[in-house]
């Protein structure tokens, strides 16, 4: 089991900024993939960011230069630095973790998600 602890979410003006932290913790060894997902009101959840083995980044579209996904492996934390943010982004943020477990079983697990409201 992996465990999933969100942070950093907020009400948050046009234009400004948040960064939002997921710390992991259990059997992360299993894990090659985390990433971020947010599901708007109405709305599918969708990606945002992913990082898979460590390096490999993957942006939606919609936050492509604005987004900045990273990792501390050290405090087994991912993040998500969110500049220029637009209403549009409001949204519940979920972390999300993937990976398999001996090879073939999938393992796919969500963290409770921070809540991110963009407006004036």
């Known amino acids: 089991q992996v465990h999933l602890v969100e942070s950093g979410g907020g009400l948050v003006q046009p234009g400004g900024s948040l960064r939002l932290s997921c710390v992991a913790s259990?059997?992360?060894?299993?894990?090659?993939?985390m990433g971020w997902y947010r599901q708007a009101p109405g709305k599918q959840r969708e990606l945002v960011a992913a990082?898979?083995?460590?390096?490999?980044?993957n942006y939606a579209d919609s936050v492509k230069g604005r987004c900045t996904i990273s990792r501390d492996n050290a405090k087994n934390t991912i993040y998500l630095q969110m500049n220029s943010l637009k209403p549009e982004d409001t949204a519940v943020y979920y972390c999300?973790?993937?990976?398999?477990?001996?090879?073939?079983?999938?393992?796919?697990?969500w963290g409770q998600g921070s809540q991110v409201t963009v407006s004036s």
């Open positions: 999300n973790a993937k990976g398999k477990l001996m090879g073939t079983i999938i393992l796919d697990y």
């Open positions: 990082l898979k083995d460590g390096s490999n980044t």
């Open positions: 259990g059997s992360i060894f299993n894990i090659n993939v």
